[in-house]
């Protein structure tokens, strides 16, 4: 069974720095995707970027970027120029790319943003 | 273009009483998923529907828990009776097509409900 693992419960950053969440996560598959998720107070989960497995290139949207390391089985979500608005619990899921599309969530990350 | 829609926000109840919640997908969406997402832990699927039918319920307790999707659309989720252990936050999430092999499209979350069981 696939199973992802967030060994961060917290992490805290200043205000315009940058900060890495780590994931990692266990599969028999080579095809998969990887999601970092933001979930707010207002309980929304909010997409912030995808990785496809079978893609080298690392994944960028604006201020986040992973580093995707397919053998260790690990994909980090580094936030550059730290946002008040980034603060929330993040959270690491998998999906595999046959069959049922469910996705396999982490246990989440709370990152708090110091002023 | 309207989100994933749930109601009610919040419930609070006793245990043994019933209770549903109600989820309104993006429109043309086939794909609808249920998730249950306990308290400092991620969400986990209870049930997914493509169009009406059900893709995949392995982790849906089926002694209390029971989902509909009439018409491919809207969907029911029911907890019957309710256990303590149920309190959580339940969430619904819609995708445009969620069976074809090698797409990717975006599961959107509604909202959800916050359950409370006392």
């Known amino acids: 069974a696939q199973t992802v693992t967030q060994s961060q419960p917290e992490m805290s950053v200043q205000e315009a720095e940058t900060v890495t969440l780590s994931c990692t996560y266990d599969?028999?598959?080579?095809?998969?995707?990887l999601f970092w998720y933001k979930q707010p107070p207002s309980r929304q989960m909010i997409l912030v970027i995808r990785q496809e497995a079978y893609k080298q290139q690392n994944a960028t949207e604006n201020r986040f970027s992973v580093n995707f390391q397919k053998a260790a089985k690990s994909f980090s979500l580094k936030i550059s120029d730290s946002q008040l608005g980034d603060a929330a619990m993040y959270f690491c899921a998998y999906r595999v790319i046959q069959g049922a599309q469910k996705l396999v969530f982490g246990q989440g990350t709370r990152l708090t943003i110091n002023p | 273009e309207a989100g994933v829609a749930q109601s009610p926000r919040y419930k609070i109840i006793e245990k043994r009483q019933s209770v549903a919640f109600w989820c309104n997908p993006i429109s043309g969406h086939a794909t609808l998923y249920w998730y249950q997402q306990i308290l400092g832990q991620g969400p986990k699927l209870l049930i997914q529907f493509q169009n009406n039918g059900v893709v995949d319920d392995s982790q849906l307790p089926k002694d209390r828990f029971s989902a509909e999707r009439l018409k491919g659309v809207d969907s029911t989720l029911k907890i019957q009776p309710a256990k303590l252990e149920d309190s959580a936050v339940y969430l619904c999430?819609?995708?445009?097509?969620?069976?074809?092999?090698?797409?990717?499209?975006?599961?959107?979350f509604g909202p959800g409900t916050r359950l409370t069981v006392t």
């Open positions: 599969t028999s598959e080579s095809d998969y995707y």
């Open positions: 999430a819609s995708s445009l097509e969620g069976g074809l092999a090698g797409t990717s499209y975006e599961q959107y």
